[in-house]
C-alpha cells in the first residue's frame, strides 16, 4: 500500500466546486456547538441512513420540559392525563404542518417505528382471492414482509426489476406492471420515496400514476425525509411510513403512519387492543374501533417522548430542510466523484458503486463494494473491521434491502434457491454467505446527513486510499 496526497480531502477545490456549501455554514457551527461529542471522541458517523443523530439542545429542551411538566397515561379526564392527552395531540398537529399534510384529508398515527407503521397497512389492507401487491426490487425488508400478509388471502406479489447500474425502475416496466394488475378489486403499491441500499430517489409521479389505475399507493418515506422535504400538499400518498429517529435521532421508538381518510377507512384491523376500541364485549363478543388515528394506536403510546418529536421537528424547521438538503448533495456528489477517482497503481479501480454517479435524484446514501489490484473484492467485513479500527463508523451487508443488493451483486435466482433448499430450515447469514462465496453477498454503505462535515467526507476518502496498491 501506498500514500498519496488525496485530491478529496482538498477543502478548497471542494468548495470552488460546490460554492452553494457556503450557504450550509450554519451546519458546521451547529457541528461545533451541538455535537461536540463527534469530535471528541473522534468519530467519522457515516450511518445517516441507519439512524440520525440528536442535538445536544434537543435534549436539553427535552428534559426541560419533563422536569417542569408532569405527564401521566392519556385518555382519562384527570389533570394530568389531559394535559399529556393535549400534548399528545398538538405532536399530531405539529406533524401534519411539517409535512404540509391537511388535518382534513391525513391522519397521523404514532406507531413504534416504520416497520411498525408497514405492517399497520400490510396486516390491515383487504387483500383477498386474485388482488394485487405490487412492488419494486428495491425495498426494505419491513415493506416485503407485507408480501406474506397478501400470499396468506391468495393475492399475488409482483415485482418490478430495478436496472443496473443506476438500480432504477424503466418507466415503460414501471407502466406495464401498473397496467397488468389493473383488473384486481383492491392493489397496493409500495415504493420507497428513497432507496436505504443505493440512494435512488424513485418518483414521487409513480404515486399519481397507480393511483390513476385504482392503487392504493404506500410510500416508505424512512430515508428520505431526513434530507428531503415531503411535501403532502403537492404528493398525495395514500399511506406513508417513516421513523423519527431517522430524522433528528431522538426518540427512538416512535414512527408515524400518515394516512389519507379514504384509504384509512379501507383497512380492517385483524385485532383490536387497549385504547383501540370504543367498546369491547366479551359476554356480547363485538367491539367496535375507535375512529381515526385511535384505532390503530396499540395500548399505551410513548407519550414522554411526544415533546421530544415537536422539538425535534423544531430543531429540524430551525436549520431549514433545504439547508440540510444541499449540504448532504454537496458532500454525496464529492465523495462519489472522488472515490471513483482511486485507481490502483495497475489503473484497475478501487471503488466499485452501486447505484447512480450523479446527484440527479439521489440522496446522501452511497453504496460500493472495494476491490484490490487483481480486481478481486475484498470482503465487506473486512472493510468494516479496518474502518472501525479508524474509528469510522459505516455499515455493511444488505442493509435489509435484498431486492436491490441481489440485483447490485447480480446474486442469479437459481444460486439463491439453491441456497434456500438447505435442508435447515434456518440459516444464518454467516451460512448464507458461504453458501454464495465466490461472489461478495453484501457491500459497504456510508450516509451522510445533518451534522457530517467535510471532515467526515475527506476522512472516508482517506481511508479508501489505503486500499490503494502500487
Ligand atoms: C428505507 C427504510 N425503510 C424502513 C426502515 C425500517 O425502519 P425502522 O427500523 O425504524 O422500523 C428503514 C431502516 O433502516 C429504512 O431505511
Known amino acids: 500500500m501506498t500514500e498519496k496526497k488525496n485530491p478529496g480531502c482538498d477543502y478548497k477545490a471542494f468548495i470552488s466546486r460546490y460554492p452553494e456549501y457556503e450557504t450550509t455554514k450554519v451546519l458546521d457551527e451547529l457541528r461545533a456547538k451541538e455535537y461536540p461529542r463527534l469530535d471528541l471522541e473522534d468519530h467519522v458517523y457515516l450511518d445517516y441512513t441507519g439512524g440520525g443523530l440528536y442535538s445536544e439542545l434537543q435534549l436539553e429542551q427535552h428534559m426541560e420540559f419533563l422536569k417542569k411538566c408532569v405527564m401521566g397515561n392519556p385518555h382519562s379526564s384527570n389533570p394530568i392525563s389531559a394535559f399529556t392527552t393535549d400534548m399528545v395531540e398538538l405532536c399530531r398537529q405539529r406533524v401534519l404542518r411539517f409535512f404540509n399534510a391537511s388535518p382534513d384529508e391525513y391522519v397521523p398515527i404514532f406507531t413504534a417505528n416504520a416497520s411498525h407503521a408497514l405492517k399497520l397497512v400490510g396486516e390491515a389492507y383487504p387483500f383477498g382471492e386474485g388482488d394485487q401487491f405490487l412492488l419494486c426490487y428495491d425495498n426494505h425488508n419491513s415493506v416485503n414482509?407485507?408480501?406474506?400478509?397478501?400470499?396468506?388471502?391468495?393475492?399475488?406479489?409482483?415485482?418490478?426489476?430495478?436496472?443496473?447500474?443506476?438500480?432504477?425502475?424503466?418507466?415503460?416496466?414501471f407502466e406495464r406492471f401498473l397496467?397488468?394488475?389493473s383488473s384486481a378489486k383492491n392493489k397496493l403499491f409500495a415504493f420507497p420515496a428513497q432507496s436505504n441500499f443505493s440512494g435512488v430517489q424513485h418518483p414521487l409521479e409513480w404515486i399519481e400514476k397507480a393511483q390513476s389505475k385504482g392503487y392504493e399507493v404506500l410510500i416508505d418515506a424512512a430515508a428520505f425525509v431526513p434530507t428531503n422535504r415531503l411535501d403532502l400538499g403537492r404528493w398525495k400518498p395514500d399511506y406513508v411510513a417513516l421513523s423519527f429517529y431517522k430524522m433528528f435521532g431522538y426518540p427512538t421508538g416512535v414512527g408515524l403512519?400518515?394516512?389519507?381518510?379514504?384509504?384509512?377507512?379501507?383497512?380492517?384491523r385483524p385485532w383490536f387492543a387497549g385504547g383501540t376500541i370504543t367498546v369491547a364485549s366479551i359476554k356480547a363478543?363485538?367491539?367496535?374501533?375507535?375512529?381515526?388515528?385511535?384505532?390503530?394506536?396499540?395500548?399505551?403510546?410513548?407519550?414522554?417522548?411526544?415533546?421530544?418529536?415537536?422539538?425535534?421537528?423544531?430543531?429540524?424547521?430551525?436549520?431549514?430542510?433545504?439547508?440540510?438538503?444541499?449540504?448532504?448533495?454537496?458532500?454525496?456528489?464529492?465523495l462519489i466523484e472522488h472515490m471513483l477517482e482511486i485507481r490502483h497503481g495497475n489503473g484497475r479501480p478501487v471503488v466499485r458503486l452501486y447505484g447512480p454517479t450523479d446527484m440527479k435524484l439521489r440522496g446522501g446514501t452511497v453504496t460500493v463494494n472495494v476491490?484490490?489490484?487483481?480486481?478481486e473484492w475484498i470482503d465487506h467485513l473486512l472493510v468494516e473491521q479496518r474502518a472501525n479500527q479508524h474509528n469510522i463508523s459505516l455499515r455493511t451487508g444488505c442493509f435489509c434491502n435484498p431486492g436491490a443488493g441481489e440485483t447490485a451483486l447480480d446474486l442469479t435466482k437459481e444460486e439463491l434457491i439453491d441456497c434456500f433448499d438447505q435442508p435447515d430450515a434456518r440459516m444464518s447469514l454467516k451460512e448464507f454467505r458461504q453458501c454464495i462465496d465466490s461472489k461478495s453477498t453484501g457491500a459497504v454503505r456510508?450516509?451522510?446527513?445533518?451534522?457530517?462535515?467535510?471532515?467526515?467526507?475527506?476522512?472516508?476518502?482517506?481511508?479508501?486510499?489505503?486500499?490503494?496498491e502500487d
Open 145 to 173: 414482509g407485507i408480501r406474506e400478509f397478501d400470499r396468506a388471502r391468495g393475492a399475488q406479489t409482483r415485482y418490478i426489476p430495478i436496472i443496473p447500474p443506476d438500480l432504477r425502475v424503466m418507466e415503460p416496466t
Open 179 to 181: 397496467d397488468e394488475g
Open 257 to 268: 403512519l400518515l394516512a389519507r381518510k379514504k384509504a384509512l377507512e379501507k383497512l380492517h
Open 285 to 334: 363478543d363485538k367491539h367496535y374501533l375507535a375512529p381515526g388515528s385511535e384505532g390503530f394506536e396499540d395500548g399505551t403510546l410513548n407519550y414522554t417522548s411526544f415533546p421530544a418529536i415537536e422539538i425535534g421537528l423544531d430543531f429540524l424547521d430551525s436549520i431549514g430542510l433545504e439547508v440540510i438538503h444541499t449540504r448532504v448533495e454537496c458532500h454525496a456528489a464529492w
Open 371 to 375: 476491490y484490490d489490484r487483481d480486481g
Open 446 to 468: 456510508i450516509s451522510v446527513g445533518l451534522a457530517s462535515n467535510f471532515g467526515d467526507v475527506s476522512a472516508f476518502l482517506e481511508f479508501l486510499e489505503k486500499f490503494r
